[in-house]
């Protein structure tokens, strides 16, 4: 806990963020711009690309600028030294750097994906996949202390397998490169988000064999968070912005997946249009986004839960501490 906490604190000097795609104001309104700086650019937060596509932000009088933190532990170094107003990211940090003594520490206030969105993919096809089967095996994972790693675990252990014992986890390779390194690695399976579960595919170097996201059931996985004084002090701009995702959240919820991948598409340019309309039903299928942003106590004490499995947490926060759901509640009306 200690170490999560200084490397976010380490890192604030060394912060170095790639700017993504944003809508510009018009010229006859003023908006207030705000800075967001996300874990991942990547398909599942299609609710949030759907905002930023359709102009929800600028309607609500947002200047929208979108920074690619890649990874949770660089996102809150961010939030942390005022380089970004608004964070998103698995809320574990904000439990992290809580619990380290910040005082001017993280507080959640809207919750965006209640599903893991990482997959599982094998070296080669695998036909009734079930959990047991990678005893034993080399499995390509994710960052101590993150979600994706120890959701991943979670499912392990729901499972009956030891994730130290009956596992070999490497868990070396950065956040982002784990697809890439996969190819040439001699590891029997990968955990991967998309688009690279599906680019693995598509280029005949794996097989999607199981979805965290149903495995591990409603996890609270991403959620949007800033500083209690950045809150105290601008309630309106977090309720306006509160207001777009909600936006954002009701069109993927009511339009389909070809539909989505039509309008995030310019998010994703490298990517082909049937690509992410793939992508997209596969997080529908899964429910993977909420139907409102409220982040509720039973997920917070299951978020926990999962903390402490991994031996992530050695005491338990308090969720009135971390979690409004002021604006959730009023945007979601």
């Known amino acids: 806990m200690k170490r999560s906490f200084a490397c976010i604190m380490t890192a604030a000097a060394l912060l170095s963020s790639t700017l993504a795609g944003c809508q510009a104001p018009t010229a006859d309104e003023k908006l207030t711009p705000v800075t967001l700086n996300e874990v991942a650019h990547s398909i599942f937060y299609a609710p949030q690309y759907a905002a930023i596509e359709l102009g929800y932000f600028e309607e609500e009088g947002l200047d929208l600028t979108l920074v690619n933190g890649a990874g949770a532990d660089k996102v809150m170094t961010a939030l942390v030294s005022g380089d970004a107003d608004i964070g998103f990211m698995g809320s574990e940090a904000s439990i992290y750097t809580y619990a380290g003594g910040a005082e001017d520490y993280a507080v959640n206030f809207a919750q965006l994906t209640q599903r893991a969105g990482n997959f599982l993919v094998a070296r080669q096809p695998v036909e009734n996949f079930s959990w047991d089967i990678i005893k034993g095996t080399k499995v390509l994972g994710g960052r101590a202390g993150g979600m994706p790693q120890m959701v991943f675990e979670y499912i392990l252990k729901k499972n009956g397998i030891d994730p130290k014992a009956d596992v070999s986890i490497d868990q070396s390779i950065s956040f982002g490169l784990t697809a890439a390194a996969f190819t040439s690695s001699d590891a029997q399976y990968t955990v991967e988000f998309e688009p690279f579960a599906t680019g693995l595919e598509l280029e005949g170097n794996g097989y999607v064999v199981a979805s965290l996201g149903t495995d591990s059931g409603y996890v609270p996985y991403t959620a949007y968070s800033a ?106 009306k």
């Open 227 to 332: 500083k209690k004084s950045y809150i105290e002090a601008n309630p309106e701009i977090i309720q306006k912005f509160t207001n777009a995702i909600q936006k954002g959240i009701d069109y993927v919820n009511s339009h389909s997946a070809e539909e989505i991948a039509k309008t995030i598409q310019p998010q994703f340019k490298e990517t082909p249009l049937e690509n992410i309309t793939k992508i997209v039903e596969r997080y529908k299928q899964q429910d993977t986004w909420k139907e409102d942003t409220v982040f509720e106590k039973e997920s917070f004490d299951l978020l926990q839960n999962i903390l402490d499995e991994a031996g992530e947490l050695p005491a338990r926060v308090p969720y009135e501490d971390l979690v409004t759901t002021e604006f959730s509640e009023k945007a979601a």
